[in-house]
Structures are given as structure tokens and as C-alpha cells.
């Protein structure tokens, strides 16, 4: 896919991007831009690129092709590469990687070694502050649990002021209880102090939660690079559609610009689907637009279920060979094999 | 990182200096000719052969007999004195086999003070009783089971700890009793270390020259030196180090093999052993003796004897003494240094480039430890003393005053066949402790401005300095124990503690020989202190 920038009010620019261990290509033909202020996001399955393209924003992988430039400095370029120290670009590892040697406030203050003494220890203790660790200074980073190590060293890149953030996966070590509090918060804390970001990460809630646009990749190329409102509701293309939560494809024959006869019936848009009548596609539909419905016409039989807390999901078989996720009511416990009433609540198509 | 490839170059040079001695023996092992060698074939070989096998069978039970049980008992049950016993009976490490070879015979022989006190006793004189003979193949096994036990017992503990208690556990609930779990599924599990243990050992016994020398057992390395020094035929020297060499690759690629499967057999998650068998009564006593014994024989009686002699008997120490240390500590000192410095050249280019060529040639650099010092000393020899007649014809060529045998001769030989003998042990220590310094840690310097320069001064060079002292101080040690490799390759009178030691020993002045071998002992128990509380899984010095 090709992308065209206005490069005035973008920060970082990655143009056309890509990279190559030998003759294996990694990324290939990568363009997006953060803008200032934004947190992008790199989500997609392991191996699909998209920590080589974070390491190449670093300066850690050389490009093959294209250019990747931030507030219209050029970090990298064909055969120019800017050293990885001379980028003004923090980074946030996966594996932490906090200096075992030298204590809290010493790592904080590791990239502020250009800074007069007494506003290095100002900065550490404001930015202590900020990520709700004051008072730890002179511990070591092995006295401190996973998600304090991990506010470290959200504070360790934060600390020089840099003009771009890269996060690398910095979550994925963490229990899902303490993600789902440090994900918002880390955000806010960028948000807050301003810093332009992006996330890499294979966890959609992650980048739903921190991320203003999200670009999904697979096999080293960008398949969508969107609002997280898009993504879900306006996939591009199969693989994101599956990627992204959960669904169904139903074959169907389309009967006119906004209308399509599926074997659960006659489906209408309210938008024209793109494709015309006489086709043959498939309609995608997700568990929260197949409701349950006591007294529907429409009737599947349950094939499993899942308690949820707040609902039901539960897996119908319609029209013979048809399954799909239905969402109901936390009440409506049906016991398998049952037949239950269903109704598609649709108000756009997603037609493939 | 430096320059990329000027570096990888740089480490393959030094891997292909390295690996040079042992290429060349090598290379002598499909020239078995010449009319020595043949000569060799129909009187000696046979012996020598005989001698080795029966000497490994030899020395091979009886590690395993002090090793395995000892290492059984104070990993897997609790009696009094478990802790200490469990890093004492490593002391005897410390102890060479040479040292505890003449310090036993002058213990043991007929003038020596048992059979002086036996005769006493009983009123007997020379040839009224059977004495063990102490000086023979049986009293080598003897000596060297006592000393190179603490391997297989390193192996075997390392093992026993990593065993999961979940696998006993599991032994249990399918209705095993404790005890039968054990020996069905402990011993088992832990075979492939022990194994790796076992053939450590014999690559010791293998290297061994002081201990068969002084027995007058004749083996693969006496046959060396006497082709060597006796019939002065470097070639012949070669052929029989070379057949030697392929004894040792099999022990090698033993070891290796056992390794692999050592690392399938270890659980994944290893927790504290929290269930001791407690053992009370007659089975603590048993089991305290047992500990005790290796340890009484191979160190405290040995040990005790030396400083005994050292302080009571010997000549007063002088300026010779003084001058011996000095040789000793400073090559040992220079050496270290040396390997060191190699070994980080080496791991920071394997880290670097971890591409396969450079990963092969620095894996073959590592051989070296596994060699017998006779075979490094007469693989270092032939390359240099041929450079140095190069040398010399090339300047009589130019009429030039000849330079004399200036690498062959010299201090630069015994420091080379150090540096290949003992680079392995260095590679090792400064390799793990590259290893704790994950690239993102670079990385995350880098992000926040700083150069290469500054996150080699600033995080490198403290996490990496307590191996880089570690690694230094072990190769210094183990040079200042070296034997047969300074034995062949010192200059004319340059003399070592070890050297003389010897030296006097073979003149029967046990007595003399003493200062200078405590002083090895002593050093010697320094890497052995620091094994304790740490059992190391690597190969232990």
C-alpha cells in the first residue's frame, strides 16, 4: 500500500520503509506517520515485523530502502543511518533492562549525564514523582517488583526529554492485573508530559487503550493503519477483520449496493458495501451484532457456551452449517443443544 | 561495538594461533614412519598403551567410588557437618597429583615413618613383612583418585541439586519408597553428569607426567618425554603425542555428548531441595566417614606432612626460594593476563558477530584444556623452533650476527603453550559474565546518548570485572601448578616452584621439596574457596 504524508505537522515519518536480514525481508514497504502529541501503535502476530521496524526507529537495524525521519530531522535514509545515541529517540525494552549495577535514581539520571548535577537530581525526583515511586532512589532494581522495574524504566527514557518515545512490547512481562492498571497510566503519563509515542505490542486491548492510531502489520507490511474505532468496525481486508477481536464470515450473494441474501437472511447496510449486485462474498459479523432474542423468527442451536460476568457468548448453529458467536443477556443461561432465538443487529456490512 | 568485522578478523587470527599446536599434532597422527617410531611400535608402544588404559580403568572406578557417593550424601540427606563437609571435601583440588604422589611415598616407604614404626612394634626387619609398595601402577591410581575425585563429585551434586524434588515426588505417589525413588530415579537422572565428571578426570589422568614419572609407571607422556629428551627425536615425540591426542578426543567427545544429555535430563525449574533424608545414628556416623575419608586422605594428611617438612625439616628458605616465587608468580601473572585479555577479544567478537565461522574457530580455541601439557608443549615446539631456523638462515643470508633461538628458547614458547593450554578456562568465565549483559542493556545506553565508548566504561566494565578477576585468577593458579608443558619448553635454567619441586622430589630430597609445594597448595586453595557455596555446573579448576 502506498501513503502520502503532509509532512508540516507530522513528527515522526516513516516513509516507504524496508528491512532485511540478508536476503530475508522483514519489513517491507512500511510508510505511517505520528503526529505530534499522538501515540501510534504496531500491533500484529509475533514475526510479523513489527519490533524490527521499532528497533530500526532506534538506530539498532540498518534500512534497506526508504527514510524514516522525526520533526524533519532525518534519522535514517538509504545508506545513512544516524548512530542510535545521536537520535533524541527513549525506548522502553521489553526485558526491562535496568542496570543491575547502579541504583533507581543512578539509572534514572543514566541519560542526563550532559545536565548540572543539581538539576539531574530535580529531574529524577520529579519524574519519580510522576511515576508514583518517590522515595526509591537509592534502592536497586532487583529490590523492586516487575511493574515498579517497568515504571523505572518508563522514567529511565523519559527522563532526557526525549522527542519521541518507542516502546517496545513493555507490557507483555507484566500479570494481567497490573497491566490493566499501568496500560492507561503509562499513557496518561505521555499524554501528560506531551511526548509522542508508539507502542509495539500483539495485545489489541493494549493498543486500543493507549493508542490514537494503530497500524496492523503482518508479514513485514501495514495492512491498516487506522483510528482503533476503524480497525474494528471498518476492517481492511481479512486479516485484520480476524485479527481483531472476534467474528464470523457467512458466504452471501449480494442483491444490490446496500443489500445481501446470507443464509440468515436478508442483510441491508446503511452505506453502500462496494460491491454490486450479482457477486458472490462473504459478510463478516461480529458477537456483538447477533443478540439473543426469545422470541426471534431466526433460531440456532447452542453448540457451547461462555460465562463472561457481564454476558453470555454463546457458538449457534443456523441454517444447518452456519456457527456464530451470539452475545446475550448475563440472565438468559440456555443449556447446550437448545434452540435459541437470534437477531442480527447490523448497521454497516463488512463484505470481503 | 568496535568495528565489526576488524574485530571478527582480529578473534579468528588469535583462534588460528591458538588452535596451531594442536593442527600440528595432528597432522603427525597419519605419519606414523620413520625407524624410531617403528622401534617404538615393536619394545614400548604396547606398554605404554597397557599402562594408560589400566591407569584410566583404574583412576576411573575410583573417582566414581569417592565422587558419586560422597556427592549423594550431602546433597540429598542431612547428617551433622553436611554443610561444611559438602565444600571440604573439594579441598583435595588443590592438592597436584605429583605433590601428593611424593608426599605419600615419603610417608609410606620403608625409611618413612609407618614402616618405621611398624618394624618398631613388632621387632621385624627388611623383607620380614608384605608393605604395600606405594611406587607402582596401584599407588598412581591411589594418588590421582584421591585428587581428581572433587570432579565427578561437582558433576554429580550440580546434578542432584537440579533434580526437581517433583520428580522423587512423582517416584513416590506411584508407590515407590523414598529410598528406591532415589536410586531408581536420582542416580539415573544424574548419569550423563556424572559421566561428563568421569571423563574430566581422565582427561587429567591422561595429562599427567609428574605423578607416572615418579612411580616409574610408563605411560603415553613418560614414552613422550623419553622419545624427547632421550632419543632427541621431535618427530617420533609428535607421532606418540599424537596418539595420545586421539585418546583424548574420545574422552572429549564424551564429555560433550554427556553434557548434551546432561542439560535434557535437568528440570526446567529447579527448586530448593526442601526434604532432606535425615540420616541419625550408625547411617550419620557411616555417612560422615565416608564424607571424611577422601577428604583426610587427599588433603589434611598430605597437607599436614608438607607443612610439617616445610617448617620443621627443611633447609631455611634463601634467596633461591625467593627467586623461585618470582619466576612462578610473575609467569603465572603474565599469563593470566594474556589469556584474559584474548578471552575478551574473543567473547566481545562472538557477541558481536555470533556468525558460525566465528563461533566454530572460537569453540576450537577452547580445546586446549583438554590437553595433556606434553602434547601443547611438543605442538607449540615444532612451529616455533621451525620459525626460529627460518630466522637464522634468513639472516645468515644477510651476514647478519644469528639471533639464536629467540621464540623456541624462550619465555614467548611457555607463555604460548600457557595461553593454548589455558585460554578455555578464561573464555569460560569472561564469556558467562558477557552473557549476564543482555544487548538491550546497550541498547537502552545508547537511546539516552551515550557512545559505545562510554557503555563499555559505564556498564561493561562493572558488571564484567568480578569475571575478568575471576578468570585471571584462576588461569593464574592453574600456570603456577603447570608441569610437563614448563618442564619441556622453560629456557636454560629458568626454573619454576613447580619445576624444582619436582626436580628435588626425583632426587628423593622429599623433604627440600616441601616449601615450595605448600606454596602451590596454598595458591592452589584459592579457586577452591571460591567454589564454595557456589557449586559451579562449568568445569571447575
Not at chain 2, 545506553?445 to 564484567?464: D, E, N, Q, T, Y
Request: charged letters at 15%; one cysteine or more; glycine letters at 8%.
Amino acid at each position: 500500500m502506498t501513503m502520502s504524508f503532509d509532512s508540516s505537522d507530522q513528527h515522526l515519518l516513516v516513509d516507504n520503509v524496508s528491512i532485511a536480514y540478508g536476503q530475508h525481508t522483514i519489513v517491507q514497504d512500511v510508510s505511517l506517520a505520528v503526529g505530534v502529541g499522538e501515540i501510534g501503535c504496531l500491533l500484529g502476530p509475533s514475526g510479523c515485523g513489527k519490533s524490527t521496524l521499532l528497533r530500526a526507529i532506534a538506530g539498532f537495524v540498518p534500512l534497506q530502502s526508504g527514510s524514516i525521519s522525526l520533526a524533519g530531522k532525518t534519522l535514517a535514509k538509504d545508506d545513512f543511518c544516524l548512530l542510535a545515541e545521536a537520535r533524541d529517540v527513549g525506548m522502553v525494552f521489553q526485558d526491562v533492562a535496568l542496570f543491575p549495577h547502579i541504583n533507581i535514581a543512578a539509572n534514572v539520571a543514566f541519560g542526563l549525564h550532559h545536565w548540572p548535577k543539581a538539576e539531574q537530581v530535580q529531574r529524577v525526583e520529579e519524574l519519580l514523582d510522576l511515576v508514583g515511586l518517590s522515595g526509591y532512589q537509592e534502592r536497586y532494581p532487583h529490590a523492586l517488583s516487575g511493574g515498579q522495574q517497568q515504571r523505572v524504566a518508563l522514567a529511565r527514557a523519559m527522563a532526557p526529554k526525549p522527542s519521541f518515545l518507542l516502546l517496545d512490547e513493555p507490557f507483555s512481562g507484566l500479570d494481567a492485573m497490573l497491566r490493566e492498571e499501568l496500560v492507561p497510566e503509562v499513557g496518561a503519563i505521555l499524554r501528560q508530559e506531551k511526548i509522542p509515542g508508539l507502542l509495539v505490542t500483539h495485545d489489541q486491548t493494549e493498543a486500543f487503550t493507549m493508542a490514537d492510531h494503530v497500524a496492523v502489520m503482518n508479514h513485514g507490511r501495514i495492512e491498516q493503519w487506522d483510528t482503533a474505532y476503524n480497525i474494528y468496525h471498518k476492517p481492511d481486508g481479512r486479516f485484520v477483520a480476524d485479527f481483531i477481536g472476534e467474528g464470523d464470515f457467512l458466504a452471501c450473494n449480494v442483491s444490490s449496493d446496500t443489500c445481501v441474501e446470507s443464509p440468515i437472511g436478508h442483510l441491508c447496510s446503511d452505506r453502500p458495501h462496494g460491491f454490486s449486485a450479482g457477486q458472490q462474498a462473504e459478510v463478516f459479523i461480529r458477537p456483538d451484532d447477533v443478540l439473543h432474542l426469545d422470541d426471534s423468527p431466526i433460531t440456532g442451536r447452542i453448540l457451547s457456551k461462555r460465562f463472561r460476568g457481564t454476558h453470555f457468548l454463546y457458538r449457534v448453529l443456523i441454517a444447518g452449517n452456519q456457527t456464530l458467536f451470539c452475545f446475550a443477556d448475563s440472565h438468559h443461561n440456555h443449556e447446550i443443544g437448545e434452540e435459541i432465538g437470534i437477531k442480527l443487529s447490523l448497521d454497516h456490512l463488512m463484505l470481503f | 561495538m568496535f568495528k565489526r568485522h576488524g574485530l571478527s578478523v582480529f578473534a579468528v587470527v588469535i583462534a588460528a594461533f591458538i588452535s596451531l599446536p594442536v593442527i600440528v599434532i595432528l597432522s603427525y597422527l597419519f605419519k606414523a614412519e620413520g625407524v624410531l617410531w617403528q622401534h617404538l611400535l615393536d619394545t614400548v608402544l604396547s606398554d605404554y598403551l597397557i599402562n594408560s588404559l589400566l591407569l584410566m580403568l583404574g583412576v576411573g572406578t575410583g573417582v566414581l567410588m569417592l565422587g558419586v557417593p560422597t556427592a549423594w550424601l550431602t546433597s540429598m540427606c542431612s547428617f551433622p557437618g553436611r554443610r561444611w563437609l559438602s565444600w571440604a571435601v573439594l579441598l583435595p583440588m588443590a592438592m597436584p597429583a605429583y605433590i601428593i604422589a611424593y608426599t605419600y611415598t615419603g610417608l609410606l616407604d620403608f625409611a618413612g615413618p609407618i614402616q618405621t614404626w611398624i618394624r618398631d612394634l613388632t621387632g621385624l626387619g627388611y623383607g620380614d613383612y608384605w608393605f604395600f609398595e606405594i611406587r607402582s601402577l596401584g599407588g598412581a591410581i591411589v594418588m590421582m583418585s584421591l585428587v581428581l575425585y572433587p570432579y565427578v563429585y561437582l558433576m554429580a551434586r550440580a546434578a542432584f541439586l537440579e533434580q526437581s524434588v517433583s520428580s522423587i515426588e512423582v517416584g513416590c505417589s506411584l508407590g515407590y519408597s523414598r529410598w528406591r525413588a532415589m536410586w531408581s530415579l536420582a542416580l539415573p537422572m544424574a548419569r550423563p553428569a556424572i559421566i561428563a565428571g568421569l571423563s574430566l578426570a581422565l582427561m587429567e589422568t591422561l595429562a599427567d607426567y609428574g605423578t607416572v614419572q615418579y612411580f616409574g609407571v610408563s605411560t603415553f607422556t613418560t614414552g613422550i618425554f623419553r622419545t624427547f629428551y632421550g632419543y632427541g627425536d621431535t618427530a617420533a615425540a609428535a607421532q606418540l603425542a599424537a596418539s595420545l591426542l586421539a585418546f583424548v578426543m574420545l574422552l572429549i567427545l564424551l564429555e560433550r555428548y554427556s553434557r548434551r544429555r546432561a542439560r535434557y535430563h535437568s528440570a526446567s525449574e529447579s527448586k530448593a531441595r526442601a526434604d532432606l533424608i535425615p540420616l541419625m545414628g550408625r547411617n550419620a556416623v557411616i555417612a560422615v566417614s565416608v564424607c571424611l575419608a577422601p577428604l583426610m586422605f587427599g588433603f589434611i594428611i598430605p597437607a599436614t606432612q608438607l607443612l610439617f617438612w616445610a617448617v620443621f625439616e627443611a633447609e631455611p628458605l634463601g634467596w633461591e626460594f625467593v627467586s623461585l616465587a618470582w619466576n612462578s608468580f610473575s609467569l603465572a601473572f603474565v599469563a593470566a593476563i594474556i589469556a584474559a585479555t584474548l578471552a575478551i577479544i574473543l567473547s566481545y567478537a562472538r557477541r558481536n558477530r555470533p556468525i558460525k565461522p566465528v563461533r566454530t574457530l572460537i569453540a576450537m580455541a577452547g580445546f586446549g584444556y583438554a590437553l595433556p601439557g606434553t602434547i601443547i608443549a611438543i605442538g607449540v615446539l615444532i612451529p616455533l623452533a621451525w620459525l626460529d631456523h627460518s630466522l637464522i638462515a634468513l639472516f645468515e643470508r644477510f651476514g647478519w650476527h644469528s639471533p639464536g633461538l629467540i621464540l623456541s628458547g624462550s619465555l614467548v614458547a611457555l607463555l604460548f603453550a600457557y595461553t593454548v593450554r589455558f585460554l578455555a578456562v578464561a573464555l569460560g568465565s569472561v564469556h558467562s559474565g558477557l552473557e549476564k549483559i543482555k544487548p538491550s542493556l546497550d541498547h537502552a545506553g545508547r537511546s539516552m546518548g551515550h557512545s559505545p565508548w562510554a557503555i563499555i566504561s559505564k556498564i561493561h566494565v562493572p558488571l564484567m570485572r568480578s569475571s575478568i578477576l575471576t578468570a585471571v585468577l584462576i588461569v593464574f593458579v592453574d600456570v603456577l601448578k603447570e608441569l610437563p608443558a614448563t618442564l619441556i619448553l622453560r629456557p636454560f635454567n629458568f626454573n619454576t616452584m613447580a619445576v624444582r619441586a619436582y626436580e628435588l622430589a626425583s632426587d628423593e630430597r622429599l623433604v627440600d621439596a616441601a616449601p615450595a609445594s605448600i606454596m602451590i597448595v596454598l595458591v592452589g586453595l584459592i579457586p577452591v574457596l571460591m567454589l564454595h557455596g557456589s557449586i559451579a555446573h562449568r568445569r571447575p579448576q
